[in-house]
């Protein structure tokens, strides 16, 4: 059984594409591919989601495990409203890209180490101990630290909600000489 998680596969660049149910299906896999409103359709709090699933038998025992009251009206029909404005999908995650390219050039130039990503967030190390605080949690960005593990990479650093007025006040903005940064948390 392969379990697939496409939470991030609105981001994912058209050219890296690809079908991972036909790929489980022609490898004879049995599987469940699992999906999410939380991310590109912006529905976190709805906590709404889906499964395609491969054998019938296996939909069966996991309706059997399921609560019967797990999604609520309004997510359901948040969820299937969201579906069906595929323009505001397509903008909402251009936007995404563009400000994950955008954080990433400014990390890359202040000489953070940058991972590539197809998400909606960048993993970076720094070449020395942060100047920002890892509290400080503003709308625009969210840091954490990787703590005492061994883990080299700090992070994640989100672009969204990419708009000007959120942008931390330490990266550049494009329309005015400083943007504003919430105030720490």
């Known amino acids: 059984m392969v379990v697939f ?15 991972p149910c036909a790929i489980m299906r022609e490898a004879g896999l049995d599987w469940i591919s699992l999906r ?5 359709y912006g529905l976190a709090g709805g906590r709404v989601g889906y499964g ?15 609560n019967p009251f797990a999604v609520k009206a309004f997510a359901g029909a948040a ?12 903008r909402t995650v251009a936007l995404a890209r563009s400000e994950r390219a955008r954080l990433s ?20 190390r720094t070449p020395t101990r942060p100047r920002i605080s890892p509290r400080r949690c503003g709308v625009g960005a969210c840091w954490s630290r990787a703590g005492k593990s061994r883990l080299p990479w700090t992070g994640p650093a989100s672009p969204s909600p990419p ?6 006040s330490w ?4 329309r005015r000489k ?5 105030a720490p948390r």
């Not at 999410?36 to 590109?40: D, I, L, R, Y």
């Not at 395609?52 to 399921?66: V, Y």
């Not at 708009?163 to 931390?168: A, H, L």
Request: charged share 20%; glycine share 2%.
């Open 79 to 90: 969820a299937r409203a969201a579906l069906q404005d595929q323009a505001h999908l397509a």
């Open 52 to 66: 395609l699933c491969a054998s019938p038998a296996l939909t069966r025992a996991l309706h059997k495990t399921r």
């Open 178 to 182: 400083r943007c504003r940064s919430p």
């Open 105 to 124: 050039a400014v990390l890359t130039a202040a000489g953070h180490e940058v991972v590539p990503s197809q998400a909606n967030f960048l993993f970076f």
């Open 5 to 19: 998680d496409e939470a991030y596969r609105e981001y994912l660049d058209p050219a890296l594409a690809f079908d």
């Open 163 to 168: 708009r000007p007025k959120t942008t931390p």
């Open 171 to 174: 990266m550049p903005c494009p």
């Open 36 to 40: 999410t409103f939380s991310k590109a």
